[in-house]
């Protein structure tokens, strides 16, 4: 069965370093997101890219995120200059329309 | 602004009981309700997707209602087993102003003991 995949499963740096979080959504799949979850926290929201652009963003995702499909296979998250507070685990998620999103398991960063 | 809340936080029941998770919205505005799990340091698989015309999923031992009026939806396990222990999360996609941000809620940790 196809799966979302993501590497790598835990990334550590340093403050204010740049994080490229990978994701390799299932093939068939036109919608993609990008959520988070703080240790012991809510999984929230971050963005949706449809149709090589983003559709929606939560006020999180502020001037220090980036979203790229670079290829038609990878979609990628990156944050300009990683803080303390953005440590979580970062989930990437894709759907066929803007239905059942299946989940990749997740991008462990920690920034020290 | 949408709000989750699920009901119980935590549950610990023997194997073969039948349980109720409870998941409530305040905006009844939805597009659709999802119910997840997901296994400790994992991601979330996802269980069941109800629009919001439907009443109600069913998956197995699964089975998702919605009542978009009163603003709750509940997942029934059927005869639970130990591998059903994981948290159980609902999202929440809200059509308001031409957006469907999915909103979670925290979840409800389940523990099946043999």
């Known amino acids: 069965e196809p799966e979302v995949t993501q590497t790598p499963s835990h990334q550590v740096t340093q403050m204010g370093q740049e994080v490229i979080l990978r994701c390799v959504p299932i093939s068939n799949h036109l919608y993609f997101y990008w959520y988070r979850q703080i240790l012991g926290q809510k999984v929230e929201f971050l963005v949706s890219?449809?149709?090589?652009?983003?559709?929606?963003k939560s006020e999180i995702f502020d001037d220090q995120f980036s979203v790229e499909r670079p290829d038609g296979s990878n979609f990628t998250l990156k944050i300009r200059s990683t803080k303390l507070e953005d440590s979580a685990m970062y989930f990437c998620a894709s759907s066929v329309e803007a239905d059942t999103q299946y989940f990749g398991p997740g991008t462990r960063l920690t920034v020290l | 602004k949408q709000e989750v809340t699920q009901i119980p936080a935590a549950l610990s029941v023997p194997e073969g009981e039948n349980l109720v998770l409870n998941c409530s919205f305040t905006d009844s505005a939805i597009y659709n309700l999802q119910w997840f799990r997901q296994d400790p340091g994992k991601g979330l698989t996802s269980l069941l997707l109800?629009?919001?015309?439907?009443r109600e999923q069913t998956s197995g031992r699964l089975n998702a209602s919605l009542d978009k009026s009163s603003g709750r939806s509940t997942l029934y396990i059927a005869a639970s087993q130990p591998g059903d222990s994981a948290t159980y999360l609902c999202a929440v996609r809200t059509a308001s102003g031409g957006s469907y941000i999915p909103t979670f809620g925290r979840g409800t940790s389940l523990i099946v003991h043999p």
């Open positions: 890219f449809y149709n090589n652009e983003i559709s929606e």
């Open positions: 109800i629009q919001s015309s439907q």
